[in-house]
């Protein structure tokens, strides 16, 4: 059989291992942020700083490409992007001496662009993707479902790393070179949108403003716990490995409850509904793990199902806003989907981290429930007002 007859199943392969790729590498910064601690005589809010500018930084740099490359089909973006992710590495020649942060700043601002470029560039080439080899709902799910293993894997992968040497960093150029080449000789092309499909789109259950929303309060949530629940489990005592262990459960949670239900809930429709039903169960079980169970090894059992329960509904949101009511283009919503939420959520992350030193991080990390449960009031406003209203018209 030629080998054109799999370049749909190669190219979704090389753009979901380069997905996992760059999510796993950030995500190792939370990992061993307790040695940047350490190292640097850093607060945890100045810690957090660290994460939030990157991400506010990188997540702009995202909206810009979705706005000004919406119509170029050219991959050079997600090569370039790949390649800025891998500086990360030069965090580790940083030497302990009075205006280190600054170098710091810089180098995870840089890696941190690379990795934002990265993402709407990406969703538009797994768009371009001809369904008739994988559909685009499976396509999608499973480049989401790469991005959250990745993330999962990145703080357990930092604290294995800070436990060690971050020298180890220097590794991660060996399989982001081999990434580099696959993606070049792919053949990947970009999706570009025509005038006329968000006109003729089907209506959705949600606008794309209201996934927007929704969306972001999810993901400020998740950044939270990702950034600081490795840090809050090492003040109680759990090692640096450990404590990376237990996020990375929660995002291994996120993903394997977005495929199940992309599976079995998705294909039902009224999945904003479905949303809400799992994960107000979903947010009682996180909430008992942090009150009671935290200190319970065993219990991150529980990390792993509230995340399953909570965080699946990222991807279906990010598969809704492909053909949700927007005037914008295909690239700028996914640059908001995925860059703009994200960015909103580094801010306020980054707000809870000073909050953190003024009240500490056990009482800060609290904001992490909260923000998931203004996320399900926040949805089911929504519905309320979208369906209550069209229920209210039907009955006259």
Not at 149 to 176: D, K, N, Q, Y
Not at 293 to 316: D, E, H, N, R
Not at 349 to 362: H, K, S, Y
């Amino acid at each position: 059989m030629k080998l054109t007859g799999y370049l749909p199943v190669l190219r979704l392969s090389a753009l979901t291992c380069s997905h996992f790729y760059v999510d796993a590498l950030g995500g190792t910064i939370a990992g061993f942020l307790p040695v940047l601690i350490s190292r640097y005589s850093l607060t945890v809010g100045t810690a957090a700083l660290l994460l939030s500018v990157s991400g506010l930084v990188g997540n702009a740099s995202q909206l810009l490409v979705g706005s000004f490359h919406a119509r170029s089909r050219s991959p050079i973006l997600i090569c370039v992007g790949l390649s800025l992710c891998s500086s990360l590495a030069l965090i580790s020649i940083v030497p302990p001496v009075s205006g280190a942060l600054w170098f710091l700043l810089a180098i995870i601002i840089v890696s941190g662009v690379g990795s934002s470029i990265l993402h709407p560039e990406s969703l538009r080439a797994v768009c371009a993707i001809p369904s008739r080899r994988i559909s685009g709902s499976l396509a999608t799910s499973i480049f989401m479902l790469s991005g959250f293993l990745g993330f999962a894997c990145g703080p357990f992968l930092g604290g294995l790393i800070g436990s060690h040497s971050l020298f180890w960093l220097w590794a991660a150029l060996i399989p982001g070179g081999l990434l580099l080449y696959w993606l070049l000789h792919v053949g990947l092309r970009l999706a570009v949108e025509r005038p006329q499909t968000a006109a003729s789109a089907v209506r959705q259950e949600l606008s794309f403003s209201e996934l927007f929303w929704a969306a972001t309060l999810l993901n400020t949530g998740c950044a939270i716990v990702q950034g600081l629940l490795p840090t809050l489990l090492h003040m109680k005592g759990y090692s640096l490995i450990a404590g990376g262990a237990s996020a990375m459960l929660f995002g291994f949670g996120s993903g394997v409850g977005a495929v199940l239900f992309s599976t079995f809930l998705a294909p039902r429709g009224q999945i904003s509904r479905s949303i809400v039903r799992l994960a107000v169960p979903g947010l009682a079980v996180f909430c008992l793990y942090l009150v009671v169970f935290s200190c319970f090894k065993w219990a991150v059992c529980l990390l792993f199902l509230s995340g399953a329960m909570i965080c699946s509904a990222y991807p279906q949101m990010v598969a809704l806003a492909r053909g949700a009511q927007s005037t914008l283009s295909l690239g700028s919503r996914m640059a908001w989907i995925v860059g703009g939420t994200w960015g909103i959520a580094g801010l306020l992350f980054q707000c809870v981290g000073f909050l953190a030193d003024l009240i500490g991080l056990r009482f800060a990390f609290l904001a992490a429930p909260g923000a998931f449960a203004l996320e399900l009031a926040v949805l089911l406003y929504f519905r309320r007002k979208r369906f209550g209203s069209r229920s209210a018209k039907e009955g006259r």
